[in-house]
């Protein structure tokens, strides 16, 4: 069941023997359902600033991720069965190009294959998040299928930076947000989605840049970007112990098809191009960053 959030937070007394911390940020907090394993979350995280993040704190909260991601196993072996074969099937698509000889995959089977077991990881461990908004469990479905190949293609891209695979990578992109919404949307879906899209694209700039195609400017401004993106996403959920404004991670959204095709102009051998599209849409991207802070600072004033 949901756990009802009015001012106050979910969260009773401490797992380490304290009183839970943190009231304020949660008062903050619009009235809303929280999922029970949102609120498990929550409580977890506020746990862990409890003790400042003491290497003692960070064992403990991962230690207890560890045995709720077994538990959700445990309540979901559908889910957990279907996870694997899915995994399995990235996996297979690394080996048998690479034993084929075929490049990149030949050549970067063991980066290609360690990068799938980090996602694998962390797709084990965020099961419990394959629910929706309201804690309703779902499987796996088309959306979150795009969005693994899209990570998948990371260190493809990375690699190997052809139109193909930018394209390839790009498309996953705009198709799984649509995907997932003439379904029943995932958290798993909302929340990790911008991560996904950050891998991918940080691996075509990389790649793009390591082959002299994209300038250095454009590259180094569009990967500052998405860095200074996902340092707040990681600031906010563990310095806070709430999930990032989707006001502001989204308020580039506009600009994504520009940098896209920036980046598969770049590919096809349009250095110029590429970097004039990425550039000009990294600087709107910034504005459209500033407009939405500034508006939020209106709001909240």
């Known amino acids: 069941m949901p756990a009802q959030i009015h001012g106050e937070p979910v969260l009773g007394e401490a797992a380490y023997g304290r ?94 294959l360690a990068w799938w077991a980090l996602v694998a990881l962390m797709l084990d461990w965020h099961l419990g998040m394959v629910e929706t908004e309201d804690g309703s469990p779902r499987p796996l479905g088309a959306a979150d299928a795009l969005t693994l ?37 995932t958290r798993a879906g909302r929340d990790l989605e911008g991560l996904a899209d950050a891998c991918f694209a940080g691996g075509v700039l990389m790649g793009l840049r390591r082959s002299e ?30 999930p990032p404004d989707r006001h502001l991670t989204q308020a580039a959204r506009l600009t994504t098809p520009m940098r896209a095709g920036g980046l598969i102009a770049a ?10 599209l990425v550039g000009i ?3 709107w991207s910034a504005a459209l960053l500033g407009a939405a802070l500034q508006d939020g600072a209106s709001r909240t004033a």
Do not use: I, K, N
Request: some cysteine.
């Open 19 to 112: 009183p839970a911390q943190g009231r304020e940020t949660l008062r903050r907090a619009p009235c809303r359902s929280l999922t029970e394993g949102e609120a498990w979350t929550m409580e977890q995280l506020e746990l862990l600033r409890h003790v400042r993040f003491s290497p003692a704190g960070v064992v403990r909260f991962l230690s207890a991720s560890r045995r709720r991601a077994g538990e959700v196993r445990g309540r979901r072996p559908a889910l957990r069965r279907q996870s694997r074969s899915w995994l399995a099937v990235g996996a297979a698509a690394w080996v048998l190009p690479a034993g084929a000889g075929a490049q990149p995959f030949r050549r970067h089977a063991p980066a290609g």
């Open 149 to 185: 190949a899209r990570v998948w293609l990371a260190p493809v891209a990375l690699a190997c930076p052809t139109p193909l695979v930018c394209a390839a990578g790009f498309a996953t992109d705009a198709l799984d947000g649509p995907v997932a919404r003439a379904g029943e949307p």
């Open 213 to 242: 195609r994209l300038g250095r400017t454009a590259s180094g401004a569009e990967l500052l970007r998405l860095t200074f993106g996902f340092s707040y996403s990681v600031a906010v959920y563990f310095g806070r112990a709430r």
């Open 267 to 276: 590919a096809a051998g349009r250095p110029r191009l590429g970097t004039a």
């Open 281 to 283: 849409g990294c600087a």
